[in-house]
Protein backbone atom coordinates (compact mmCIF):
# COMPACT_ATOMS: atom_id res chain seq x y z
CA UNK A 1 0.00 0.00 0.00
CA UNK A 2 2.70 2.30 0.83
CA UNK A 3 4.44 1.60 -2.33
CA UNK A 4 0.77 2.56 -4.64
CA UNK A 5 0.93 5.71 -2.56
CA UNK A 6 4.59 6.34 -3.71
CA UNK A 7 3.26 5.37 -6.71
CA UNK A 8 0.72 7.66 -7.06
CA UNK A 9 2.08 10.73 -5.52
CA UNK A 10 4.94 10.14 -7.62
CA UNK A 11 3.29 10.36 -11.01
CA UNK A 12 1.21 13.18 -9.95
CA UNK A 13 4.12 15.23 -8.96
CA UNK A 14 5.73 14.53 -12.48
CA UNK A 15 2.35 16.00 -14.52
CA UNK A 16 2.22 18.46 -12.10
CA UNK A 17 5.40 19.76 -12.50
CA UNK A 18 5.65 19.69 -16.39
CA UNK A 19 2.36 21.60 -16.30
CA UNK A 20 3.86 24.59 -14.08
CA UNK A 21 7.29 24.37 -16.36
CA UNK A 22 5.49 24.46 -19.60
CA UNK A 23 4.14 28.56 -19.26
CA UNK A 24 3.68 28.94 -23.30
CA UNK A 25 1.58 25.47 -23.09
CA UNK A 26 -0.70 26.96 -20.07
CA UNK A 27 -1.02 30.48 -22.41
CA UNK A 28 -2.05 28.50 -25.58
CA UNK A 29 -4.64 26.56 -23.96
CA UNK A 30 -5.91 28.97 -22.08
CA UNK A 31 -6.34 31.22 -25.39
CA UNK A 32 -8.87 29.06 -26.85
CA UNK A 33 -11.33 28.50 -24.32
CA UNK A 34 -11.03 32.64 -24.33
CA UNK A 35 -11.75 32.93 -27.51
CA UNK A 36 -14.95 30.89 -27.47
CA UNK A 37 -15.86 32.91 -24.60
CA UNK A 38 -15.74 36.45 -25.69
CA UNK A 39 -15.22 36.35 -29.53
CA UNK A 40 -17.46 33.88 -30.17
CA UNK A 41 -19.73 34.17 -26.89
CA UNK A 42 -20.25 37.92 -27.65
CA UNK A 43 -21.07 37.13 -30.94
CA UNK A 44 -23.79 34.92 -30.58
CA UNK A 45 -25.41 36.96 -27.68
CA UNK A 46 -26.31 39.29 -29.99
CA UNK A 47 -28.08 37.11 -32.08
CA UNK A 48 -29.76 35.80 -29.09
CA UNK A 49 -30.89 39.26 -28.23
CA UNK A 50 -32.58 39.53 -31.61
CA UNK A 51 -34.74 36.05 -30.99
CA UNK A 52 -36.04 36.97 -27.81
CA UNK A 53 -32.97 35.55 -25.57
CA UNK A 54 -31.66 36.89 -22.63
CA UNK A 55 -28.26 39.38 -22.76
CA UNK A 56 -27.21 37.16 -20.56
CA UNK A 57 -25.77 34.06 -23.38
CA UNK A 58 -22.25 34.73 -21.75
CA UNK A 59 -23.38 33.63 -18.34
CA UNK A 60 -25.03 30.72 -20.14
CA UNK A 61 -21.62 29.68 -21.27
CA UNK A 62 -19.09 30.55 -18.99
CA UNK A 63 -19.58 27.13 -16.96
CA UNK A 64 -19.61 25.83 -20.28
CA UNK A 65 -16.16 27.27 -21.22
CA UNK A 66 -15.17 26.09 -18.23
CA UNK A 67 -16.22 22.21 -18.47
CA UNK A 68 -14.79 22.76 -22.14
CA UNK A 69 -11.26 23.71 -20.97
CA UNK A 70 -11.59 21.09 -18.06
CA UNK A 71 -12.30 18.52 -21.10
CA UNK A 72 -9.85 19.30 -23.28
CA UNK A 73 -6.82 19.20 -20.67
CA UNK A 74 -8.15 16.24 -18.75
CA UNK A 75 -8.40 14.10 -21.94
CA UNK A 76 -5.34 15.24 -23.69
CA UNK A 77 -3.48 14.34 -20.26
CA UNK A 78 -4.99 11.08 -20.17
CA UNK A 79 -4.17 10.70 -23.91
CA UNK A 80 -0.66 11.52 -23.24
CA UNK A 81 0.04 7.94 -21.86
CA UNK A 82 0.75 6.93 -25.65
CA UNK A 83 3.98 9.65 -26.13
CA UNK A 84 5.12 8.18 -23.14
CA UNK A 85 4.75 5.09 -24.71
CA UNK A 86 6.42 6.21 -27.88
CA UNK A 87 9.32 7.99 -26.12
CA UNK A 88 9.77 4.87 -23.86
CA UNK A 89 9.20 6.65 -20.32
CA UNK A 90 6.28 4.57 -20.01
CA UNK A 91 8.93 1.30 -19.86
CA UNK A 92 10.25 3.18 -16.81
CA UNK A 93 7.65 3.21 -15.00
CA UNK A 94 6.09 -0.29 -15.76
CA UNK A 95 9.20 -1.90 -14.69
CA UNK A 96 9.17 -0.11 -11.30
CA UNK A 97 8.23 -2.21 -8.13
CA UNK A 98 5.21 -0.03 -7.48
CA UNK A 99 1.73 -1.89 -8.64
CA UNK A 100 0.15 -0.57 -12.03
CA UNK A 101 -3.14 0.49 -10.80
CA UNK A 102 -1.20 3.35 -9.16
CA UNK A 103 0.39 4.47 -12.34
CA UNK A 104 -3.20 4.70 -13.62
CA UNK A 105 -4.80 6.06 -10.14
CA UNK A 106 -1.50 8.90 -9.88
CA UNK A 107 -1.79 9.71 -13.78
CA UNK A 108 -5.89 10.62 -13.76
CA UNK A 109 -5.01 12.39 -10.29
CA UNK A 110 -2.17 14.72 -12.21
CA UNK A 111 -4.48 15.33 -14.92
CA UNK A 112 -7.23 16.18 -13.37
CA UNK A 113 -5.00 18.38 -11.47
CA UNK A 114 -3.73 20.45 -14.58
CA UNK A 115 -7.21 20.57 -15.65
CA UNK A 116 -8.59 21.92 -12.76
CA UNK A 117 -6.01 24.64 -12.90
CA UNK A 118 -6.36 25.40 -16.67
CA UNK A 119 -10.55 25.47 -15.85
CA UNK A 120 -9.62 28.05 -12.69
CA UNK A 121 -7.68 30.26 -15.35
CA UNK A 122 -11.16 30.78 -16.94
CA UNK A 123 -12.78 30.89 -13.72
CA UNK A 124 -10.47 34.21 -13.15
CA UNK A 125 -12.70 35.69 -15.96
CA UNK A 126 -16.12 35.32 -13.75
CA UNK A 127 -15.90 39.55 -13.16
CA UNK A 128 -15.46 40.06 -17.14
CA UNK A 129 -18.77 38.21 -17.24
CA UNK A 130 -20.33 40.11 -14.45
CA UNK A 131 -20.13 37.29 -12.10
CA UNK A 132 -19.38 37.16 -8.10
CA UNK A 133 -19.26 34.39 -6.17
CA UNK A 134 -19.54 33.36 -2.83
CA UNK A 135 -16.88 31.15 -1.09
CA UNK A 136 -19.36 28.07 -0.64
CA UNK A 137 -19.99 28.53 -4.80
CA UNK A 138 -16.64 28.27 -5.33
CA UNK A 139 -15.87 24.79 -3.23
CA UNK A 140 -18.58 23.66 -4.92
CA UNK A 141 -17.54 24.59 -7.94
CA UNK A 142 -14.12 23.87 -7.64
CA UNK A 143 -15.06 19.83 -6.20
CA UNK A 144 -17.32 19.77 -9.64
CA UNK A 145 -14.43 20.61 -11.68
CA UNK A 146 -12.44 18.19 -10.11
CA UNK A 147 -14.79 15.35 -11.00
CA UNK A 148 -15.27 16.59 -14.51
CA UNK A 149 -11.37 16.42 -14.92
CA UNK A 150 -10.78 12.98 -12.75
CA UNK A 151 -13.24 11.39 -14.89
CA UNK A 152 -12.58 12.82 -18.08
CA UNK A 153 -8.50 12.09 -17.52
CA UNK A 154 -9.72 8.49 -16.96
CA UNK A 155 -11.47 8.29 -19.63
CA UNK A 156 -8.41 9.63 -21.51
CA UNK A 157 -6.50 6.88 -19.85
CA UNK A 158 -9.10 4.85 -21.16
CA UNK A 159 -8.52 5.06 -25.10
CA UNK A 160 -4.97 5.61 -24.68
CA UNK A 161 -4.96 2.19 -23.48
CA UNK A 162 -6.42 0.98 -26.58
CA UNK A 163 -4.34 3.17 -28.87
CA UNK A 164 -1.03 2.58 -29.64
CA UNK A 165 0.28 5.69 -31.57
CA UNK A 166 -0.45 9.07 -31.54
CA UNK A 167 -1.64 8.83 -35.67
CA UNK A 168 -5.14 7.78 -33.72
CA UNK A 169 -5.15 10.90 -31.59
CA UNK A 170 -6.66 13.19 -34.38
CA UNK A 171 -9.73 10.67 -34.94
CA UNK A 172 -10.08 11.00 -30.87
CA UNK A 173 -10.39 14.78 -31.08
CA UNK A 174 -12.88 14.57 -33.88
CA UNK A 175 -15.16 11.87 -32.83
CA UNK A 176 -14.95 12.10 -29.00
CA UNK A 177 -13.20 15.59 -28.20
CA UNK A 178 -15.61 17.92 -30.45
CA UNK A 179 -18.91 15.62 -29.94
CA UNK A 180 -18.85 15.24 -26.36
CA UNK A 181 -18.42 19.21 -26.00
CA UNK A 182 -21.04 20.32 -28.62
CA UNK A 183 -23.53 18.04 -27.27
CA UNK A 184 -23.20 18.79 -23.34
CA UNK A 185 -25.25 21.52 -23.46
CA UNK A 186 -21.91 23.89 -23.03
CA UNK A 187 -23.05 26.56 -26.08
CA UNK A 188 -26.69 26.18 -26.18
CA UNK A 189 -30.01 24.77 -23.88
CA UNK A 190 -31.06 21.33 -24.54
CA UNK A 191 -34.08 21.01 -22.64
CA UNK A 192 -36.48 21.55 -25.85
CA UNK A 193 -36.77 22.46 -28.93
CA UNK A 194 -33.63 19.97 -30.23
CA UNK A 195 -34.46 17.02 -32.41
CA UNK A 196 -35.08 13.71 -30.86
CA UNK A 197 -32.05 11.90 -31.62
CA UNK A 198 -29.75 14.65 -30.71
CA UNK A 199 -31.71 15.31 -27.67
CA UNK A 200 -30.79 11.00 -26.76
CA UNK A 201 -27.01 11.98 -27.70
CA UNK A 202 -27.04 14.78 -25.05
CA UNK A 203 -28.62 12.71 -22.41
CA UNK A 204 -25.59 9.21 -22.89
CA UNK A 205 -22.77 12.42 -23.40
CA UNK A 206 -21.19 12.13 -19.63
CA UNK A 207 -19.97 15.92 -19.68
CA UNK A 208 -23.92 17.09 -20.17
CA UNK A 209 -24.36 16.67 -16.36
CA UNK A 210 -20.94 17.93 -15.59
CA UNK A 211 -21.90 20.87 -17.40
CA UNK A 212 -25.20 21.13 -15.52
CA UNK A 213 -23.70 20.59 -12.25
CA UNK A 214 -21.06 23.62 -12.63
CA UNK A 215 -23.59 25.84 -14.11
CA UNK A 216 -26.48 25.06 -11.33
CA UNK A 217 -23.62 26.26 -8.26
CA UNK A 218 -21.80 29.11 -10.92
CA UNK A 219 -25.21 30.63 -12.34
CA UNK A 220 -28.18 29.11 -10.71
CA UNK A 221 -29.83 27.18 -13.88
CA UNK A 222 -30.38 23.46 -14.14
CA UNK A 223 -31.92 20.39 -15.96
CA UNK A 224 -31.13 17.83 -13.90
CA UNK A 225 -30.64 17.93 -9.71
CA UNK A 226 -27.29 18.18 -8.63
CA UNK A 227 -26.90 14.86 -7.09
CA UNK A 228 -27.81 13.43 -10.54
CA UNK A 229 -25.09 14.68 -12.34
CA UNK A 230 -22.61 14.34 -9.52
CA UNK A 231 -23.17 10.86 -9.53
CA UNK A 232 -23.29 10.53 -13.89
CA UNK A 233 -19.96 11.75 -13.82
CA UNK A 234 -18.99 9.99 -11.10
CA UNK A 235 -20.07 6.48 -12.19
CA UNK A 236 -18.61 7.34 -15.54
CA UNK A 237 -14.90 8.44 -13.90
CA UNK A 238 -15.06 4.97 -11.88
CA UNK A 239 -16.20 2.77 -14.81
CA UNK A 240 -13.62 4.34 -17.26
CA UNK A 241 -10.98 4.16 -14.46
CA UNK A 242 -11.45 0.46 -13.52
CA UNK A 243 -11.52 -0.36 -16.92
CA UNK A 244 -7.99 1.81 -17.71
CA UNK A 245 -6.11 0.24 -15.15
CA UNK A 246 -8.04 -3.62 -15.90
CA UNK A 247 -5.95 -2.81 -19.49
CA UNK A 248 -2.82 -1.39 -17.70
CA UNK A 249 -2.13 -4.15 -15.65
CA UNK A 250 -2.54 -6.49 -18.31
CA UNK A 251 0.11 -4.67 -20.70
CA UNK A 252 3.45 -6.13 -21.28
CA UNK B 1 10.93 -12.09 -19.00
CA UNK B 2 13.28 -11.69 -16.00
CA UNK B 3 12.41 -7.97 -15.77
CA UNK B 4 9.00 -8.54 -15.55
CA UNK B 5 7.71 -7.09 -18.62
CA UNK B 6 6.94 -10.35 -20.25
CA UNK B 7 4.82 -13.02 -18.76
CA UNK B 8 6.86 -16.35 -19.01
CA UNK B 9 4.92 -18.73 -21.28
CA UNK B 10 6.84 -21.58 -19.43
CA UNK B 11 8.91 -22.73 -16.94
CA UNK B 12 10.41 -20.72 -14.06
CA UNK B 13 13.06 -18.30 -13.58
CA UNK B 14 14.46 -16.58 -10.78
CA UNK B 15 16.15 -13.41 -10.04
CA UNK B 16 18.41 -12.27 -7.12
CA UNK B 17 16.64 -15.50 -5.62
CA UNK B 18 13.10 -14.12 -6.11
CA UNK B 19 10.84 -15.52 -9.04
CA UNK B 20 9.59 -13.48 -11.68
CA UNK B 21 6.46 -14.82 -11.88
CA UNK B 22 5.33 -14.38 -8.42
CA UNK B 23 7.43 -11.97 -6.90
CA UNK B 24 7.48 -9.16 -9.58
CA UNK B 25 7.82 -6.53 -6.86
CA UNK B 26 10.99 -8.14 -5.12
CA UNK B 27 12.36 -9.10 -8.89
CA UNK B 28 12.15 -4.79 -9.93
CA UNK B 29 13.31 -3.61 -7.11
CA UNK B 30 16.67 -6.07 -7.39
CA UNK B 31 17.42 -4.68 -10.82
CA UNK B 32 18.57 -1.81 -12.59
CA UNK B 33 17.47 -1.48 -16.48
CA UNK B 34 19.01 0.15 -19.43
CA UNK B 35 16.73 0.07 -22.44
CA UNK B 36 18.08 0.10 -25.76
CA UNK B 37 15.98 2.79 -26.65
CA UNK B 38 15.90 5.92 -24.67
CA UNK B 39 13.27 6.04 -21.63
CA UNK B 40 13.53 9.21 -20.15
CA UNK B 41 11.23 11.91 -19.93
CA UNK B 42 12.75 14.78 -21.82
CA UNK B 43 10.63 17.33 -20.53
CA UNK B 44 12.00 16.88 -17.00
CA UNK B 45 15.57 17.47 -16.00
CA UNK B 46 18.58 15.14 -15.45
CA UNK B 47 17.76 15.55 -11.82
CA UNK B 48 14.05 15.36 -12.04
CA UNK B 49 14.29 12.27 -13.98
CA UNK B 50 16.72 11.05 -11.17
CA UNK B 51 13.98 12.03 -8.28
CA UNK B 52 11.11 10.31 -9.90
CA UNK B 53 13.24 7.02 -9.86
CA UNK B 54 14.54 7.37 -6.96
CA UNK B 55 10.82 8.32 -5.43
CA UNK B 56 8.72 5.37 -7.45
CA UNK B 57 12.16 3.02 -5.77
CA UNK B 58 10.98 4.10 -2.62
CA UNK B 59 14.47 5.62 -1.42
CA UNK B 60 14.34 7.60 1.78
CA UNK B 61 14.60 11.61 0.55
CA UNK B 62 18.01 11.55 2.27
CA UNK B 63 19.73 9.08 0.94
CA UNK B 64 17.96 9.96 -2.32
CA UNK B 65 19.96 13.29 -2.80
CA UNK B 66 23.18 12.09 -1.92
CA UNK B 67 23.08 8.72 -4.11
CA UNK B 68 21.76 11.28 -6.74
CA UNK B 69 24.80 13.33 -6.71
CA UNK B 70 26.77 10.13 -6.33
CA UNK B 71 25.46 8.50 -9.89
CA UNK B 72 25.67 12.26 -11.23
CA UNK B 73 29.11 12.24 -10.68
CA UNK B 74 30.28 8.86 -11.87
CA UNK B 75 28.60 9.59 -15.35
CA UNK B 76 30.17 12.82 -15.27
CA UNK B 77 26.89 14.65 -15.51
CA UNK B 78 26.57 16.83 -12.23
CA UNK B 79 27.41 20.04 -14.10
CA UNK B 80 24.29 19.43 -16.74
CA UNK B 81 21.59 18.29 -14.14
CA UNK B 82 19.38 21.35 -14.20
CA UNK B 83 18.89 21.04 -17.89
CA UNK B 84 16.22 19.39 -19.79
CA UNK B 85 16.85 16.04 -21.01
CA UNK B 86 15.71 17.44 -24.02
CA UNK B 87 18.56 19.17 -24.44
CA UNK B 88 21.12 16.14 -24.12
CA UNK B 89 23.08 14.48 -26.81
CA UNK B 90 22.56 10.47 -27.71
CA UNK B 91 25.86 10.09 -25.51
CA UNK B 92 24.50 12.09 -22.06
CA UNK B 93 21.26 10.57 -22.77
CA UNK B 94 22.49 6.57 -22.25
CA UNK B 95 25.32 7.95 -19.73
CA UNK B 96 21.98 9.18 -17.17
CA UNK B 97 20.10 5.95 -18.03
CA UNK B 98 23.02 3.95 -16.78
CA UNK B 99 23.01 6.49 -13.66
CA UNK B 100 19.28 5.90 -13.33
CA UNK B 101 19.90 2.19 -13.02
CA UNK B 102 22.35 2.02 -10.82
CA UNK B 103 20.46 4.59 -8.45
CA UNK B 104 18.83 1.97 -5.69
CA UNK B 105 21.49 0.20 -6.05
CA UNK B 106 20.22 -2.90 -7.75
CA UNK B 107 22.05 -6.69 -7.41
CA UNK B 108 21.79 -7.10 -11.10
CA UNK B 109 21.70 -4.61 -14.28
CA UNK B 110 20.24 -5.25 -17.28
CA UNK B 111 21.85 -3.97 -19.92
CA UNK B 112 19.83 -4.07 -23.64
CA UNK B 113 22.70 -2.66 -26.29
CA UNK B 114 24.02 -0.59 -23.76
CA UNK B 115 26.44 1.41 -26.38
CA UNK B 116 24.32 0.73 -30.11
CA UNK B 117 24.48 4.04 -32.05
CA UNK B 118 27.05 6.04 -29.72
CA UNK B 119 30.24 6.95 -31.25
CA UNK B 120 33.67 5.10 -30.06
CA UNK B 121 34.66 7.51 -27.66
CA UNK B 122 31.20 7.53 -25.66
CA UNK B 123 31.40 3.69 -25.92
CA UNK B 124 34.70 3.28 -24.34
CA UNK B 125 33.59 5.50 -21.77
CA UNK B 126 30.46 3.69 -20.75
CA UNK B 127 32.55 0.58 -20.90
CA UNK B 128 34.80 1.99 -18.26
CA UNK B 129 31.98 2.58 -15.92
CA UNK B 130 30.46 -0.79 -16.37
CA UNK B 131 33.86 -2.32 -15.88
CA UNK B 132 34.75 0.21 -12.83
CA UNK B 133 31.04 -0.63 -10.97
CA UNK B 134 31.70 -4.18 -11.77
CA UNK B 135 34.95 -4.68 -9.90
CA UNK B 136 33.67 -1.85 -6.95
CA UNK B 137 30.09 -2.65 -6.77
CA UNK B 138 30.24 -6.48 -6.85
CA UNK B 139 27.70 -6.04 -9.22
CA UNK B 140 26.10 -8.92 -11.83
CA UNK B 141 25.96 -7.34 -15.12
CA UNK B 142 23.42 -9.18 -17.48
CA UNK B 143 24.05 -7.68 -21.15
CA UNK B 144 22.90 -8.19 -24.71
CA UNK B 145 24.77 -7.09 -27.41
CA UNK B 146 25.91 -6.96 -31.22
CA UNK B 147 29.24 -6.39 -30.54
CA UNK B 148 32.00 -9.54 -30.51
CA UNK B 149 33.98 -7.39 -28.52
CA UNK B 150 32.17 -6.23 -25.94
CA UNK B 151 31.11 -10.06 -24.81
CA UNK B 152 34.93 -10.22 -24.74
CA UNK B 153 34.64 -8.97 -21.11
CA UNK B 154 31.89 -11.24 -19.82
CA UNK B 155 31.96 -14.14 -17.44
CA UNK B 156 29.73 -16.09 -19.17
CA UNK B 157 28.29 -16.25 -22.70
CA UNK B 158 24.92 -17.10 -24.22
CA UNK B 159 24.65 -17.35 -27.95
CA UNK B 160 20.69 -16.74 -29.01
CA UNK B 161 19.67 -17.95 -32.66
CA UNK B 162 16.31 -17.75 -33.47
CA UNK B 163 15.26 -17.74 -30.22
CA UNK B 164 16.96 -20.81 -29.19
CA UNK B 165 19.52 -20.80 -26.94
CA UNK B 166 22.67 -22.70 -28.52
CA UNK B 167 25.97 -22.29 -26.56
CA UNK B 168 26.40 -20.97 -22.84
CA UNK B 169 29.81 -20.76 -21.87
CA UNK B 170 32.68 -18.55 -20.82
CA UNK B 171 34.24 -16.97 -23.65
CA UNK B 172 37.55 -19.46 -23.75
CA UNK B 173 36.02 -22.41 -23.45
CA UNK B 174 33.24 -21.42 -26.70
CA UNK B 175 36.72 -20.72 -28.36
CA UNK B 176 37.64 -23.83 -27.66
CA UNK B 177 34.96 -25.51 -28.61
CA UNK B 178 35.46 -24.40 -32.06
CA UNK B 179 38.80 -26.59 -32.01
CA UNK B 180 42.19 -24.47 -33.08
CA UNK B 181 43.18 -21.16 -34.68
CA UNK B 182 41.48 -19.84 -37.79
CA UNK B 183 43.34 -19.50 -41.60
CA UNK B 184 41.34 -16.43 -43.58
CA UNK B 185 42.97 -17.30 -47.11
CA UNK B 186 41.80 -15.11 -50.33
CA UNK B 187 42.45 -17.07 -53.76
CA UNK B 188 41.60 -16.65 -56.78
CA UNK B 189 38.92 -18.83 -57.20
CA UNK B 190 37.34 -19.36 -53.77
CA UNK B 191 34.75 -22.30 -55.03
CA UNK B 192 37.24 -24.01 -56.07
CA UNK B 193 39.50 -23.63 -53.29
CA UNK B 194 37.32 -24.64 -50.93
CA UNK B 195 35.94 -27.70 -52.94
CA UNK B 196 40.13 -28.62 -52.94
CA UNK B 197 40.59 -28.17 -49.38
CA UNK B 198 37.26 -30.21 -48.71
CA UNK B 199 38.86 -33.03 -50.30
CA UNK B 200 42.62 -32.95 -49.74
CA UNK B 201 41.82 -32.50 -45.73
CA UNK B 202 38.69 -32.77 -45.12
CA UNK B 203 38.29 -29.33 -43.42
CA UNK B 204 35.03 -27.20 -43.89
CA UNK B 205 36.10 -24.05 -45.62
CA UNK B 206 32.79 -20.96 -45.61
CA UNK B 207 33.13 -17.78 -47.60
CA UNK B 208 32.88 -14.76 -46.31
CA UNK B 209 33.04 -11.53 -47.78
CA UNK B 210 35.00 -12.35 -50.41
CA UNK B 211 37.76 -14.19 -48.07
CA UNK B 212 37.42 -17.67 -47.13
CA UNK B 213 37.63 -18.95 -43.49
CA UNK B 214 38.60 -22.59 -41.94
CA UNK B 215 39.35 -23.51 -38.45
CA UNK B 216 42.12 -25.92 -38.17
CA UNK B 217 43.95 -27.50 -34.74
CA UNK B 218 47.44 -25.82 -35.25
CA UNK B 219 47.72 -22.98 -37.61
CA UNK B 220 51.06 -22.46 -37.86
CA UNK B 221 52.14 -25.49 -38.65
CA UNK B 222 49.07 -26.12 -41.41
CA UNK B 223 49.67 -23.29 -43.49
CA UNK B 224 52.63 -23.49 -45.21
CA UNK B 225 51.60 -27.65 -46.11
CA UNK B 226 48.30 -26.16 -47.23
CA UNK B 227 49.71 -23.44 -49.80
CA UNK B 228 52.34 -26.06 -50.99
CA UNK B 229 49.46 -28.60 -51.58
CA UNK B 230 46.65 -26.25 -52.99
CA UNK B 231 46.07 -25.82 -56.87
CA UNK B 232 44.07 -22.80 -56.86
CA UNK B 233 47.10 -19.57 -56.39
CA UNK B 234 46.47 -18.03 -53.02
CA UNK B 235 46.50 -14.28 -53.31
CA UNK B 236 46.79 -13.80 -49.41
CA UNK B 237 46.88 -15.83 -46.05
CA UNK B 238 46.56 -14.62 -42.53
CA UNK B 239 46.13 -16.60 -39.43
CA UNK B 240 44.97 -16.09 -35.90
CA UNK B 241 43.62 -17.16 -32.73
CA UNK B 242 39.72 -17.29 -32.75
CA UNK B 243 37.71 -15.13 -31.27
CA UNK B 244 34.28 -14.58 -30.60
CA UNK B 245 33.17 -13.90 -33.95
CA UNK B 246 34.82 -16.80 -35.28
CA UNK B 247 32.52 -18.79 -32.47
CA UNK B 248 29.54 -17.20 -33.37
CA UNK B 249 29.75 -17.83 -37.14
CA UNK B 250 30.89 -21.29 -36.52
CA UNK B 251 27.51 -21.76 -34.18
CA UNK B 252 25.18 -20.44 -36.60
CA UNK B 253 26.64 -20.45 -39.56
CA UNK B 254 26.44 -16.76 -40.86
CA UNK B 255 27.60 -13.53 -40.04
CA UNK B 256 24.87 -11.47 -37.37
CA UNK B 257 22.49 -10.83 -39.62
CA UNK B 258 20.82 -7.31 -40.09
CA UNK B 259 17.92 -7.15 -38.14
CA UNK B 260 15.11 -4.34 -37.83
CA UNK B 261 15.48 -3.67 -34.29
CA UNK B 262 12.79 -2.85 -32.88
CA UNK B 263 12.62 -3.41 -28.76
CA UNK B 264 13.90 -5.02 -25.68
CA UNK B 265 10.57 -7.38 -26.18
CA UNK B 266 11.09 -8.42 -29.84
CA UNK B 267 12.49 -11.63 -30.17
CA UNK B 268 15.66 -11.30 -31.76
CA UNK B 269 18.79 -13.60 -32.45
CA UNK B 270 21.92 -11.91 -31.22
CA UNK B 271 23.97 -12.22 -28.74
CA UNK B 272 23.02 -12.61 -25.27
CA UNK B 273 25.83 -12.36 -22.79
CA UNK B 274 25.84 -12.60 -19.02
CA UNK B 275 28.53 -10.78 -16.88
CA UNK B 276 29.39 -12.17 -13.57
CA UNK B 277 31.02 -10.81 -10.90
CA UNK B 278 34.60 -11.25 -11.23
CA UNK B 279 35.55 -13.21 -8.48
Redesign the interface.
Known amino acids: M??AL??I??LW??DV??FV??KPRIISSSVQPLLWLFVLGLGLSTAFVRGGGGSDYLRFIYPGIISMSILFTSIFSGVSIIW?RE?????????????RWSVAVGRALGGSTVAVMQGTIILLFAPVVGLKFTALQLIFAFLIMFMIAFSMTSFGILIAARMHTHEGFQVVVNFVLLPMFFLSGAMFPTQKGLPAWMHALVDIDPLSYGVDALRQVLVGSWVHPVWLDIAVVACFGAVALAIGVWYFERT? | MLCTLLRPTGGRATVNSFDVAKGKLAVRKSIGLVFQDPSLDERLTALENLRFHGMIYGIPRHERERRIAEVLELVELSERQRDLVRTFSGGMKRRLEIARGLLHRPKVLFLDEPTLGLDPQTRHHIWEYINQLRTDEGLTIFLTTHYMDEAEHCGRIAIIDHGELIAMDTPNKLKEGIGGDVIMLLTEDNGRAAREIAEKFNVEAKELNGELSLQVESGDHFMPILIKTLETRVTSISLRRPTLEDVFLHLTGRKIRDEKVEGWDQLRSRVRSKRRRAR
Open positions: RLIGYTLRTRRDDFGFLKEVLVAPIPE
